[in-house]
């Protein structure tokens, strides 16, 4: 008897431990040379159920996709808190489509540990509110290749991108492109990222991105939109924030801050080390102020240990606008710090200042 109490409890921990094992019939085993194979709705609902338990948040499961998902999917995998409930797991889209139809992104929030690369999504977010990015609200570690189709539209305050909402410090997000559009009636758009204090490198937007707000903004209410990242800030000392090799061709459209790869450049705490480079805008960039041809416009704060660097640029696209206007800079508002700003290329005709 006493044995098979033993027995019973060693089940009953390996079920907890390794619920997949346990309740699925999937394919796998859920490591890297062997991960869990997601064939259709069901399989990946069972991934969902799973993630939102919390129960699994430790377990750094390998995931692949081995079939296009026309669901309409709309169902998050994971929770944006608590924290156990966040996607801290790999997820290899294996070059399949995922189809949403729903309010956010696939992902709520992705982990220190999480990788999700390989996977393209389309469909519609509709009536976002809040933190939104096409495949996840927050990204806390390496998004890779992957391809957004979805058009979002936000309808509340937040922060709203083809790719992910808030790329946060450490993170990256690597080799992707949005063809979606992406529309707003408030501020921190972009094809990329809505806001960025990490890498985003070699990626391409080509969809329309438009800022509408209820009422004409002024420069204190910073629309920042871009075509890439909306808005970069540095919020954590001796961090790098950098956006490098990102293409866009798609149309941009806000009120203040506005600019073909970067809407806005913000510093709050110093020491921030800030990269915009090799990064080249075809699109067309139109707003009220601050509108510039790679970035809007820069604010770096009260410390000289501050750097912002825009070099190796190229813009080729027109940029319209009444004041603050310039084909790669719109305005370089800063109290303290350094800015450099060389080595960029522009053709002069695109709008009405140098820089």
Known sequence: MHLKKIIKTII??????????????????GTDTDPYL?????????????VSK????????HFKLMSDIPGPVDFLIGAGSPTNRNWNHKFDGNGFKITLLRSGG??????????????????IIYNAS??????????????????????????????????????????SVIGSINN?????????????AAESVGIVSNCINTGSIISTPNVPLDPGENSRVGGIVGSISGTTPA??????????????QGEVYVGGIVGANFISTPPVSILINKNINYGLIRGDMRIGGILGGNQLGFDNRNTATISNNSNFGVVIGNSNVGCIVGIRQ????????ENNHYDKRMSGDDD
């Open 12 to 29: 009953i921990i390996l079920v907890f431990l390794f619920p997949f094992s346990a309740f699925s019939n999937w394919q796998g085993s």
């Open 38 to 50: 997601i064939f259709d709705i069901v399989d990946l609902q069972a991934v969902a159920d799973s």
């Open 54 to 61: 919390g129960n699994i948040f430790n377990a750094n499961f």
């Open 106 to 123: 696939l992902f709520p929030r992705s982990s220190t540990n999480s990788v999700i690369k390989d996977l393209s999504v389309d469909g």
């Open 130 to 171: 809040g933190i939104t990015g096409g495949i996840t609200n927050r990204n806390r570690n390496i998004i890779s290749n992957v391809t957004n189709y979805t058009s979002v539209q936000q309808v509340a305050v937040g922060w709203t991108a083809g790719i992910v909402g808030v790329n946060e410090e450490g993170a």
């Open 180 to 192: 979606g559009k992406i529309v707003s009636n408030t501020s921190y758009l972009a094809g990329i």
């Open 239 to 252: 961090s790098q924030v950098v956006v490098e090799s990102n293409i866009n061709t798609g149309f941009v």
């Open 334 to 341: 800063h109290l303290m710090g350094t800015i450099i700003i």
